[in-house]
C-alpha cells in the first residue's frame, strides 16, 4: 500500500495509537477509509465522464484529419502562387502564342477577323399633341364661328 512495507504501516500505527488513544483509533480508522473510497470514487466518476465527454481518441484522429487537409491546401496554394513558376510558365505559353510576320503570310496562321462594328438603332420622334387649355372664366363659354 503506497509503496510502503509492514514496518513503515506498524511505525505509524504505533504513532496513531500514542496520538489518538486506543478508543478513538478505530473510530478513525473507520472515517480514514471512507474518506479514501470516496476521494477514490470521485477521481474514478470524474475521469468516467471526462473520457465520455471528450472522446479524446475521436478528437485527436479528427485533429490529424485536419492537419493533413491544412497541410496539403497550404502546399498547394503555395506551388499555385509561386511566382517564379508562373513566370516561366507564361514565358513558354508566350513562346507558343507568338507569330512572326512570315507565319501571317502561311497559310498556316488565319488572320483574325476584325471586330465587328456596334448597331447603331435610333427612332424617330413623335410630335406630341397640344396640351387643352380651359377657358379663363368658367361664365365664359366659347365662342363659335359662323361659318
Known amino acids: 500500500m ?68 491544412l497541410t496539403s491546401a497550404s502546399n498547394e496554394l503555395s506551388r499555385l502562387t509561386n511566382l517564379d513558376e508562373i513566370s516561366s510558365e507564361i514565358e513558354d505559353i508566350k513562346k507558343e502564342v507568338t507569330v512572326t510576320p512570315d507565319d501571317i503570310g502561311d497559310s498556316k496562321v488565319a488572320a483574325p477577323p476584325p471586330p465587328p462594328k456596334p448597331e447603331v438603332v435610333t427612332f424617330e420622334k413623335k410630335k406630341r399633341p397640344k396640351p387643352y387649355k380651359k377657358p379663363k372664366s368658367s361664365t365664359e363659354t366659347p365662342k363659335k364661328e359662323d361659318s
Not at 480508522?29 to 472522446?55: C, D, G, I, N, Y
Open 2 to 69: 503506497f509503496g510502503m512495507g509492514f514496518i513503515e504501516i506498524l511505525i505509524i500505527g504505533v504513532i496513531a495509537i500514542l496520538f489518538l488513544g486506543p478508543d478513538k483509533l478505530p473510530q478513525a480508522m473507520v472515517e480514514m477509509a471512507k474518506f479514501f473510497r470516496s476521494v477514490k470514487k470521485t477521481v474514478a466518476s470524474a475521469k468516467e465522464s471526462l473520457e465520455e465527454e471528450m472522446h479524446i481518441s475521436e478528437i485527436k484522429e479528427e485533429a490529424m484529419n485536419y492537419k493533413k487537409e
